[in-house]
């Protein structure tokens, strides 16, 4: 498939504009700095040979949970590590369900890499429901292989 056909494709899928971090959402300069050092460690301290891990971060409403990832997202896009992110927001339409989530996020990582791009389009291209599936569908199809 060639580029001019893997654009036409991706066109299908539904994204989510405005959903990725924002400055303006970030944490105030020289605050949380030891929380942020922590998630910043553990980022670079995973090695692709283990599983996949998670860093979830908790606490109660209003504790600052959501600038802490804006920040950390910013940092990350700045430092070249980042490949997609998706913040939800109750009040805007497209950002206050998971509908969205999974396409956004195919969206960016095709436009960082050819492999992930061409294998992206050619699941959507096999099964054209999956550009507006349900995310359980789209989370759990085996079209697109996780090796490049």
């Known amino acids: 498939m060639d580029l001019i056909a893997q654009t036409a494709t991706l066109d299908k899928l539904p994204?989510?504009?405005?959903?990725?971090w924002s400055s303006k959402e970030a944490c105030l300069p020289n605050t949380q700095k030891a929380l942020l050092e922590d998630i910043w460690k553990w980022i670079y301290s995973a090695d692709i040979k283990d599983t996949a891990s998670i860093?979830?971060?908790?606490?109660?409403?209003?504790a600052g949970k959501s600038a802490i990832a804006h920040t950390v997202a910013?940092?990350?896009?700045?430092?070249?590590?980042?490949?997609s992110s998706f913040f939800f927001?109750?009040?805007?339409?497209?950002?206050?369900?998971?509908?969205?989530?999974l396409s956004t996020?195919?969206?960016?990582?095709?436009?960082q890499s050819k492999g992930l791009c061409e294998q992206i389009s050619l699941a959507i291209e096999s099964d054209r429901s999956l550009a507006t599936a349900?995310?359980?569908?789209?989370?759990?199809?085996?079209?697109i292989p996780l090796s490049m």
């Open 55 to 62: 860093f979830c971060l908790t606490s109660v409403a209003g």
């Open 74 to 83: 910013q940092r990350c896009h700045n430092e070249g590590v980042l490949a």
């Open 89 to 101: 927001n109750q009040e805007v339409v497209g950002r206050n369900k998971s509908k969205m989530l």
């Open 15 to 20: 994204y989510a504009v405005g959903a990725s």
């Open 105 to 111: 996020i195919a969206c960016d990582l095709a436009g």
């Open 134 to 143: 349900s995310i359980s569908h789209q989370f759990a199809s085996e079209k």
